[in-house]
C-alpha cells in the first residue's frame, strides 16, 4: 500500500451478495454509505450506538469458519468494510420468502410502526445463527443474569443494544424464543463454514464536502507499517471498534486528516497464555474475549455482561476502551484489580507500563502521540476472590456512575493481598490504595470489612453530574466493599452445598 493519498481509490463491500463500491468522505459511516445505495432498511435512531436501529450482520473471522455478527452502521466506518461481506435486512428475506427471524416476528407482533424492526432482525439473526446456541440451556429464562436464556438457547441480552419505542417487547421476546434452528440448507449457515474475507490494505482520500478539507482512511497491512505510519503522522486517529470515534462523528462533527484502522492487524487480536501473564491482543473486541476466556478470569467475565450492549461488544475492543482515557470506563477498574500493565509499541520498540501508571488526567495518558497499545498483560495466578460491581441507572446498556473492580487473595482467614480499582469517581480511574492497605494483613472478617469500608467511602475526588452526586458515589464505594464481603459468603456457601450434596 502506498504512503502517498490515492485519489482514485475506491472501498469494495460485499452487500447482500452483491459487491458495491464506495468512494466517498473518510468520515462516512456504513449506515450513510447503505441508504444511499438504497437499502433503508437501516434506520438512524441515536447516532451513537444505542438503540439499534441500524444493527446489520457483519462476516467476522472465527477459528476456521466466520459467524455472523451484528454491529452498528451508525458508528462504523464505510471505509472500514473495504473487502468485507455484510448483510442488511433486506438480504434476510423478501416479502415473498420471509427469513425466519421475520417470519416470527410477524407472527408474534413483534413489530408496530415498524421503524426499530429491520435492526431487531438483523440483532435476532445474529443469535439465531450463533454457534454455541442450543436448546434447553443451562441458564433459563427469567434469571435476570447476563445470559437470559429462552428454552431454545436464545440468548435475550443479544437484543441488549436494541430499543423499541411502541411494540412493547414481550412480542419480540416471544418471536425470539419461538425460533427453532436454521435449516441445513440455509445460505447463510453454509457461509459460516468458510472463513470471513481477509483484511484489505485500504488507503482512500477525499475532500470532507461541507468544509473541503480532505481526508484520509487506511487501513495498514500489518502492525509495522501502522507503526510507520504513526512514526511520521503522530497526530493520526487510531481506530479500532469506532464505538467512541463514530460518536464523535456523528454527534460533534468531528473530522480527521488521517484515519488509521487498526481493528484487523493479527498481532493485535492474539490471546496467549504463560506461566507468568496472560496477554490479551488490544484489538480482540469484548465480545471476542468473552467468547475466547470462557470464564477463566472471573472478573473479567462478571465485566463482560455489563457492558454496554451485545452490539457494542462485538465491535468494542479492550485496547480502545483503554485508549479513550476515560474516567468512567468499564474495563480499567477490573484490570486495575488485576494489575494490568499495557504493552506499549511504536517504531523503536516496546515498553511495559502498569495501568495503575498510565492515567495522568483527565482523558490523558503516559502514551506518546508515536505509540499504540498493542497488548494488555495480566499477572498469574489470579487473585481467588473478585468482584466487578457497576452501579448506574440501568441494569444494562448504561454508562456507570461509579465502577469497582476487587481481587483479593486470603490464606488460613488472613487478607494477603488485596487490589482494588475504581472507576467515575476521580478524573481518572484509580486503585483504592488507602484502602487496599488498610485490608492487608488484617483478618477476613465483618469488623475488618467495615473499618475498611469507611475509608473506601474516601477514596477519589467524586464530583456532583447528572449521574449522580458526589455524596451517592461516596456512599456507593462504602457499601460496596460491604457487598463484596456479603458476596464471597454466600459463594462460599453455595460451594460448600455443592460440596455436600
Request: hydrophobic share 35%; with cysteine.
Amino acid at each position: 500500500m502506498s504512503a502517498e493519498a490515492t485519489q482514485e481509490t475506491k472501498c469494495q463491500v460485499t452487500v447482500n451478495g452483491k459487491v458495491r463500491e464506495f468512494d466517498g468522505p473518510p468520515h462516512t459511516n456504513a449506515l450513510d454509505f447503505l441508504r444511499g445505495q438504497q437499502l433503508i432498511g437501516c434506520k438512524e435512531g441515536c447516532a451513537e450506538g444505542e438503540c439499534g436501529a441500524c444493527s446489520i450482520l457483519v462476516a467476522r473471522s472465527d477459528g476456521e469458519g466466520s459467524r455472523w455478527t451484528a454491529a452498528n452502521a451508525c458508528l462504523l466506518p464505510a471505509a472500514a468494510l473495504d473487502g468485507q461481506e455484510i448483510i442488511t435486512s433486506e438480504g434476510l428475506g423478501s416479502v415473498a420468502a420471509l427469513h425466519p427471524v421475520q417470519e416470527e416476528m410477524a407472527n408474534r407482533g413483534g413489530s408496530q410502526c415498524g421503524y426499530c424492526t429491520p435492526g431487531f432482525v438483523c440483532s435476532m439473526a445474529a443469535e439465531y445463527y450463533r454457534p454455541e446456541r442450543t436448546a434447553n440451556p443451562a441458564v433459563s429464562a427469567g434469571d435476570g443474569g447476563e445470559h437470559e436464556c429462552g428454552p431454545n438457547g436464545f440468548d435475550l441480552h443479544a437484543l441488549s443494544g436494541n430499543l423499541c419505542r411502541c411494540t412493547g417487547y414481550r412480542p419480540i421476546r416471544d418471536a425470539a424464543y419461538a425460533l427453532g434452528e436454521p435449516e441445513p440448507d440455509d445460505p447463510l449457515t453454509a457461509r459460516t463454514q468458510h472463513r470471513a474475507p481477509a483484511p484489505v490494505a485500504t488507503d482512500i482520500q477525499r475532500a470532507d464536502t461541507p468544509t473541503g478539507d480532505l481526508g484520509r482512511f487506511r487501513r495498514p497491512a500489518d502492525l509495522d507499517q501502522a507503526l510507520q505510519i504513526l512514526s511520521t503522522e503522530p497526530q493520526t486517529v487510531l481506530v479500532s471498534g469506532a464505538t467512541d470515534w463514530g460518536v464523535e462523528v456523528n454527534i460533534k462533527g468531528a473530522r480527521a486528516r488521517s484515519v488509521l484502522a487498526i481493528d484487523r492487524l493479527p498481532e493485535l487480536r492474539q490471546i496467549h497464555w504463560n506461566e507468568q501473564y496472560l496477554e490479551l491482543g488490544a484489538g480482540c473486541t469484548l465480545s471476542e474475549l468473552e467468547r475466547k476466556l470462557a470464564g477463566q478470569v472471573p472478573l473479567l467475565s462478571q465485566l463482560f455482561g455489563q457492558f454496554a450492549s451485545r452490539l457494542i461488544r462485538n465491535s468494542a475492543t479492550i485496547g480502545g476502551n483503554l485508549g479513550t482515557g476515560s474516567p468512567i470506563g468499564d474495563t480499567p477498574p477490573a484490570l486495575l484489580a488485576l494489575e494490568a500493565e499495557l504493552v506499549l509499541s511504536s517504531i523503536r520498540g516496546n515498553r511495559m507500563v502498569a495501568l495503575s501508571d498510565y492515567f495522568t488526567g483527565y482523558r490523558q495518558t503516559v502514551r506518546e502521540p508515536r505509540e499504540m497499545i498493542t497488548a494488555i498483560r495480566i499477572p498469574l495466578p489470579l487473585a481467588p476472590l473478585t468482584s466487578f460491581q457497576k452501579i448506574s441507572k440501568r441494569r444494562f446498556d448504561d454508562i456507570s456512575s461509579v465502577a469497582i473492580g476487587y481481587a483479593l487473595t486470603v490464606s488460613d482467614g488472613m487478607i494477603t493481598t488485596a487490589r482494588i480499582g475504581l472507576g467515575g469517581v476521580a478524573a481518572t480511574p484509580l486503585r483504592a490504595v488507602a484502602t487496599e492497605a488498610l485490608l492487608e494483613g488484617q483478618p477476613w472478617n465483618l469488623e475488618t470489612i467495615r473499618a475498611a469500608a469507611r475509608t473506601m467511602g474516601t477514596e477519589g475526588t467524586p464530583m456532583d453530574d447528572h449521574r449522580a452526586s458526589a455524596n451517592y458515589r461516596k456512599a456507593m464505594l462504602a457499601s460496596s466493599l460491604e457487598r463484596f464481603y456479603a458476596q464471597q459468603l454466600e459463594r462460599s456457601l453455595e460451594a460448600g452445598q455443592e460440596q455436600n450434596s
